[in-house]
């Protein structure tokens, strides 16, 4: 289950309906996202995800020459939005495989919220007016970081921002016999035939101002200027374009392997009924990167890998120290940072002799795939390491993207019951969770799920996080 936050922010952006509005998904960049917003894109370590928008503090005006006034903004509104549902589930599992697991439960979970919001847009004529003032001479330091690094940057357009200060408040019960409740947001135990009952309230207040939702378009910067990507925003541009020559380029058979995806994106049908996979998007493919970031990870030094298996799920849920970690692993030489990413930094510099491969490739390829899952899910990860779980659920979501990861289109599967059975009890629940927080539709009273497109690059990540995980819980 989602955040409060990233459920209300997916509530009224939905409510809204428009298909370019995107919702924020944490608080904390809540409070960052204004009107031209600067936000940034890296470029992904990976074929099958990419990392989030990451808001930064600068604006576009903080690049431009200065003008005597901001210009205003269009605003409608103000509009009321009241959320409310309650959810019930009812359940009972059996599996055996060698195994019996016998669960039954019932959880229910309410929420009311009320909204008051207004949308901020700025008029084309205003971006017209805008382009024609001049980047700033010299170059601010955070322009030329951003070239230097080739990361894209887009421009925030439209919000969604709260008129009033709500309190979000959600209340959870529920009660289960047998080993586990199937509410993974509620984690509540029983014992043998036993019963148990718990009830938990959470609240959040969210502040006036704040925005839920805004669009972005890219900005391109030109030899005679800049401009902003009104029509197309898939990334098909570059930010510097003039630099790319100058950017760490993939190997040819990456590219190569890359062009044919393309030239194959629509699945072609053979005389047979059998539709031949896309050449850039079957599991063989994600399983060698993974192989390559494995091999590279075990060629760290023991106190190195000893630091990521014990620090890493420390600052899982706190995507702030994570991303900072990745900040100070990109600079030359490493930066320097307190607490668990300070552990593994300091791990880091004590070997100066490094391998073939540079020894951050593999830690950085591990982050960025984490910060594509939901807080939910870190929480989650977290759990399944103390209960040691982790390879049982690698081997589950692996059965899962073999046959499925090239279909273009939600077609339904079944869980086997033999990769369920070693998880048990609470195991079961947190896995259950993992994989319905990646997009899957899972069926809590049976084995059966949905394969779903937007599942395949948070599914892909976590494919990624577990193999490279339980290799450091190996080691």
Not at 5 to 17: A, D, H, L, Q, V
Not at 84 to 109: I, P, Q, Y
Not at 241 to 269: N, Q, W
Request: hydrophobic content about 35%; overall charge negative.
């Amino acid at each position: 289950m989602p955040s409060m936050f990233e459920r209300t922010s997916k509530n009224i952006t939905k409510e809204i309906g428009d298909k370019d509005l995107r919702p924020v998904e944490s608080f904390l960049s809540a409070t960052k996202i204004h009107q031209f917003s600067l936000l940034l894109k890296r470029k992904p370590r990976s074929q099958f995800w990419e990392q989030p928008e990451d808001p930064t503090e600068v604006s576009l005006m903080h690049i431009l020459e200065p003008i005597s006034s901001v210009p205003e903004p269009v605003k409608e509104g103000p509009f009321l939005l009241r959320d409310a549902a309650v959810l019930k589930l009812k359940a009972g599992v059996s599996v055996n495989s060698g195994v019996e697991v016998n669960v039954s439960g019932e959880a229910t979970e309410s929420y009311d919220d009320t909204l008051q919001y207004q949308i901020v847009t700025t008029p084309f004529p205003t971006w017209t007016e805008l382009q024609k003032r001049k980047v700033l001479d010299p170059e601010p330091s955070f322009l030329r970081q951003c070239r230097e690094t080739g990361v894209d940057l887009y421009v925030v357009t439209e919000t969604v921002e709260l008129l009033n200060s709500p309190v979000l408040q959600e209340t959870s019960s529920g009660k289960s016999s047998g080993l586990f409740s199937l509410s993974w947001n509620t984690f509540f135990k029983g014992e043998g035939a036993g019963k148990r009952l718990k009830v938990r309230e959470k609240e959040l207040t969210l502040q006036k101002g704040m925005v839920m939702a805004y669009k972005r378009k890219q900005l391109v910067f030109r030899k005679n200027g800049w401009e902003i990507y009104h029509i197309s925003d898939d990334d098909k541009q570059k930010t510097f374009p003039e630099d790319i020559k100058f950017r760490i380029m993939r190997s040819e058979g990456v590219k190569e392997r890359l062009r044919k995806a393309y030239m194959e994106e629509i699945p072609s049908v053979l005389p047979i009924g059998r539709i031949e996979k896309r050449f850039g998007q079957e599991f063989k493919h994600l399983q060698e990167e993974v192989s390559q970031q494995m091999e590279a990870l075990a060629q760290l030094t023991k106190g190195v890998q000893d630091a990521l298996f014990h620090n890493i799920p420390a600052m899982l849920g706190d995507r702030g120290a994570l991303q900072e970690l990745m900040d100070m692993l990109e600079q030359e030489p490493l930066g320097h940072l307190s607490g668990p990413g300070g552990t593994i930094l300091n791990e880091l510099r004590k070997d100066s002799s490094y391998p073939p491969v540079n020894p951050k490739y593999p830690i950085l390829y591990l982050l960025e795939a984490i910060l594509v899952l939901s807080d939910i899910q870190h929480d989650l990860l977290a759990q399944s390491k103390e209960k040691r779980i982790l390879l049982h659920q690698r081997e589950l979501v692996r059965s899962i993207l073999e046959p499925n990861l090239s279909y273009p289109w939600n077609i339904p599967f079944t869980l086997k019951p033999e990769l369920l059975a070693p998880l048990q009890g609470e195991g079961l629940a947190i896995t259950y969770g993992l994989l319905e927080e990646c997009g899957l539709k899972m069926q809590l009273d049976s084995p059966r799920s949905t394969w779903d497109l937007e599942a395949k690059k948070p599914l892909s990540a976590l494919y990624g996080i577990l193999s490279m995980m339980q290799q450091l819980a190996e080691a």
